[in-house]
């Protein structure tokens, strides 16, 4: 993911990378997931949007109560 994309659609709170747009924002965790060069799909199991490439789909999503954490931009150190 680009520095650019990653501070629109992510903001960074505490060494947590947290998704703006929160939960049931499908199209915009759509539009991220494009974007994205590291997406890899989680489990099938473990999925939760019919489209498969989005952010709520993600190997390195981890949810909150209110959105999701990003531990791949926390990985990349941006």
Known sequence: MTPI?????????DNRWIFRAGLNQYSAARRVAQG??????DDEDEQVDDEPRC????Q???WLVDSFECLLLKNQNY
């Open 60 to 62: 390195y999503r981890r």
């Open 36 to 41: 994205c060069t590291g997406f890899i799909p």
């Open 5 to 13: 994309l990653a501070e629109q659609a992510f903001e960074l709170k």
């Open 55 to 58: 952010c709520y789909n993600c």
